[in-house]
């Protein structure tokens, strides 16, 4: 799913008090933890000078956090502040769009104008080294996520608006399943003996029709099992993985709680409550098992100690953003984000440290692909990346099409993964 941001056109509430994490320089970085400030809707209502400035210093990879300072700065004519902030959003590749480009130097005032110019990227590079593999029928409507079997070696994929997944047969055809009497269907993956395939299903396409099951959908091999294992009242779940281990986690984009399961348990716990993070997304276990990132989409990405529970924020040694991410995911030693949530939209590789607290490194796998409309989520096939590239939230609002606005066909693209 994505939030969209409008510069200059962000409209708060409220404002709210903010207390930040003591800044830190790069040498007392290194090697530390540094923690995850909670976040929720009220965060979210900041909008004095103070407050953000407080709140950058606090998520200092944060796009979003970022352009919400600007518009502050403007705000309190604070010129010299707005150039700051621009360098900063030049320095990690930031690309504001047509309208936004030509009225910054405007309101910045002539006396800075030109340096608010040579400030602004013009035009986003255009990186695309994925390919689409099938297109799903418009009919299946909002595709949000897609896996391919290792056992069937066929592509499923979740539709959130018709509650159903859908297969692709050998001959080339899409058919569809729907499950009696659930919400909608999202996030999908697949149990480390290829045994159960997991559904996340919950209430998210922002409909007044928040009925059906909410909670964790599996797909057994042996019988042709349906198991259900439900989430906790009004949780409604999104983005879902399963560790190496077969612990099944998930996250509730809207809520804010992120909740995990055994597959034999009979409902799921919760790991992180609503109150930490704002909007919980991709999720990612390491290596070693002892963690799981998170993406919060506003705010960052961060690292649940799964002994302690204790929260985390995954910190740059680069100039970096690390918000706007939607899917996420472990591969080897990095972590490979979807951010449809910058500017330019883009996938990119992460390198971690030796203790997965920070990033080291990174590299832009595709980038403003002129075939995107917004991508979305997917899951690995080896060393290649399945998603969708063509999301269509846009097209749907509470649940229903907009007129103008037909369904389309949905790309599912495969994307390689260089070591």
């Known amino acids: 799913m994505k939030f969209l941001f ?23 970085m290194a090697g530390a933890v540094t923690p995850w400030v ?24 944060s796009g979003n956090v970022r352009l919400r300072l600007l518009t502050a700065q403007y705000q309190a004519q604070d010129f010299a502040g707005m150039l700051d902030t621009l360098a900063w959003l030049k320095a990690r590749g930031y690309v504001f769009g047509e309208v936004s480009q030509q009225q910054i130097p405007k309101l910045i005032g002539e006396e ?3 340096q608010a110019r040579d400030l602004l990227i013009p035009v986003s590079a255009t990186i695309g080294t994925s390919t689409i593999i099938t297109n799903v029928p418009a009919d299946a409507r909002l595709i949000e996520s897609v896996l391919r079997d290792p056992v069937d ?3 499923i994929v979740t539709s959130v608006i018709d509650r159903a997944v859908f297969g692709l047969r050998p001959g080339g055809e ?25 559904l996340g299903a919950g209430h998210i396409d922002g409909s007044d029709n928040a009925t059906g099951f909410a909670g964790l959908i599996g797909m057994g091999r042996v019988g042709r099992e349906e198991r259900r294992i439900p989430a906790p ?29 055994q597959p034999e348990d009979p409902e799921l716990s919760t790991l992180i409550a609503p109150g930490t993070f704002r909007s919980p997304q991709g999720l990612a276990a390491s290596a070693d098992g002892a963690k799981l990132y998170v993406s919060d989409y506003r705010y960052g990405i961060a690292i649940i100690d799964l ?6 924020r995954l910190s740059s040694e680069i100039p970096l953003i690390l918000d706007g991410v939607d899917g996420l995911w472990r591969h080897g030693t990095r972590l490979i984000a979807m951010q449809n949530g910058t500017s330019p939209m ?51 609002v509470q649940g229903e099409p907009v007129p103008d606005k037909p369904a389309l066909s949905t790309q599912i693209r495969v994307l390689p993964l260089k070591p």
């Open 38 to 61: 909670p976040v929720d809707e009220e965060t979210g209502k900041i909008r004095e000078l103070a407050g953000l400035k407080a709140l950058a210093i606090a998520y200092p990879e």
């Open 233 to 261: 009242h009004s949780v409604s779940l999104s983005d879902i993985t399963v560790a190496d281990e077969g612990t099944v986690y998930a996250s509730d984009p809207i809520g804010g709680g992120v909740y995990f399961t």
């Open 112 to 114: 800075y104008a030109q």
């Open 153 to 155: 070696d066929r592509l």
């Open 307 to 312: 002994e302690t529970k204790s929260v985390a």
């Open 346 to 396: 883009r996938i990119v590789a992460f390198d971690l440290s030796q203790d997965g607290m920070r990033v080291t490194g990174h590299r832009i796998l595709e980038q403003a692909n002129p075939d995107w409309t917004e991508p979305l989520s997917g899951s690995f096939d080896g060393d290649r990346l399945l998603y969708v590239g063509n999301g269509q939230w846009d097209r749907y």
């Open 174 to 198: 899409w058919d569809g399943y729907r499950f009696a009497g659930v919400g909608n269907l999202s996030g999908i993956a697949i149990s480390p003996d290829k045994q159960w395939i997991w």
């Open 6 to 28: 409008a510069l200059f056109l962000l409209c708060f509430a409220s404002s709210s008090g903010f207390a930040p994490a003591a800044a830190q320089s790069s040498a007392e």
